[in-house]
Each structure stands twice: as structure tokens, then as C-alpha cells.
């Protein structure tokens, strides 16, 4: 059993070396988790300008949010990851001129496909599913605290991102964390302009 997990290991990271997943999964989960929060925060922003009082209401809106960016990234994702690899291997087969189905290259590039989509999906969808856990508990909380805490779990999650970038970047964490966290008051700022209409 042991034997046969390390092998399963060590292929994975042949599969990480050819196909270059690492890299890529970092900035999948760094765009798209942005995305995600800057969605809920848009929607949780417009529940609250428009008044909801039924936490219900916020779950079922911000959900079906949630759904959407997942699907709609591991959709996505999967085709474009697929038929960018399949072109990467159809190029290598004329230059070396030899078929590489069922080689090590061709089933990292399809493992690649597979794991970049969930990748792409998952953290969309999550990044925007945590400022809505307040309103679980919506039964025992006021509305308006689950907005602000909603709202400061999106604001933690932007200031991670920072943080991560600016460590994969090398640059000045501070800085990287600041214009997160400005696109989120920038996006608050533009969504309070909506109850001039």
C-alpha cells in the first residue's frame, strides 16, 4: 500500500513537471478567487442597499452565485486548459514526429486539464462562498451584523490575497494588500452611487 501511494505521489509530481500545474494553480486561485469575493461583495452590497431583512433571501442569492462561478470557471476551465493542450501535444507530435497518446506527456497534459478546472472553479466559488456563512446564522444573528461580518470576511480574504501575491511576487506585502483591499472599497463605493437611482 505504501509502495504503491509514494509511486502515485512520485507521479504526480512528473505530472507537475511536465504540465506546469503549480504555477498555473497559483494564479487560478489568486484571479479567480478575487473574483469570487468581488461578486459576493456586489451581491451582498445590493441585498443591503435594497433592504433585505430575511437572511434566507441573502443565502439564496448569494448561493446560486456561488454555483454559477464554480460551474461556469470548471467549465470553462476544462475546455480551454483541454483544447490549449491538445494543441501543445499535436504540435509536439509534427516536431518530433511520434504519437504520444497514452505517454507520460499526453497524461499529464489531460491530468493538467482536469485538476486546472477545479482549481479554476473552486476557488471562485469559495472565495465567494465564506462572507456568506454569517447568514447560516441569520436565525440568531440581526441582518445588519451578518452584512458587516460578511463584508469583513470579504475584506480578510482580499487582504490574503495580497499577502499571497505579494509573497509570490517578492514584492512589498503591504502595498499588495492595500490595492486588494482598494478594489473592495472601490467596488462598496461604487455600489452605494446605485441609491441615487
Request: proline residues 2%; hydrophobic residues 50%.
Amino acid at each position: 500500500m505504501k509502495k504503491k501511494i509514494k509511486e502515485y505521489i512520485q507521479k504526480l509530481k512528473a505530472y507537475n513537471k511536465i504540465a506546469n500545474i503549480g504555477q498555473i494553480s497559483r494564479r487560478y486561485i489568486a484571479l479567480n478567487g478575487f473574483d469570487g469575493v468581488i461578486t459576493i461583495i456586489g451581491v451582498l452590497l445590493g441585498s443591503y442597499i435594497i433592504g433585505f431583512e430575511d437572511y434566507k433571501n441573502v443565502i439564496i442569492a448569494g448561493a446560486a452565485v456561488c454555483i454559477s462561478l464554480t460551474v461556469s470557471g470548471v467549465w470553462s476551465a476544462y475546455n480551454s486548459e483541454s483544447a490549449e493542450r491538445t494543441k501543445e501535444i499535436q504540435d509536439l507530435e509534427k516536431s518530433t514526429l511520434h504519437m504520444l497518446n497514452g505517454t507520460i506527456i499526453s497524461k499529464a497534459q489531460g491530468y493538467a486539464s482536469i485538476i486546472l478546472s477545479a482549481v479554476n472553479g473552486l476557488s471562485s466559488g469559495l472565495a465567494a462562498f465564506i462572507p456568506l456563512t454569517p447568514f447560516f446564522f441569520g436565525r440568531f444573528l440581526p441582518i445588519n451584523t451578518c452584512f458587516y461580518v460578511g463584508a469583513a470576511f470579504a475584506f480578510v480574504i482580499l487582504a490574503s490575497i495580497g499577502i499571497f501575491l505579494g509573497r509570490v511576487s517578492r514584492r512589498n506585502l503591504a502595498i499588495s494588500v492595500i490595492k486588494m483591499v482598494l478594489a473592495g472599497v472601490f467596488c462598496i463605493g461604487l455600489g452605494f452611487l446605485l441609491e441615487l437611482i
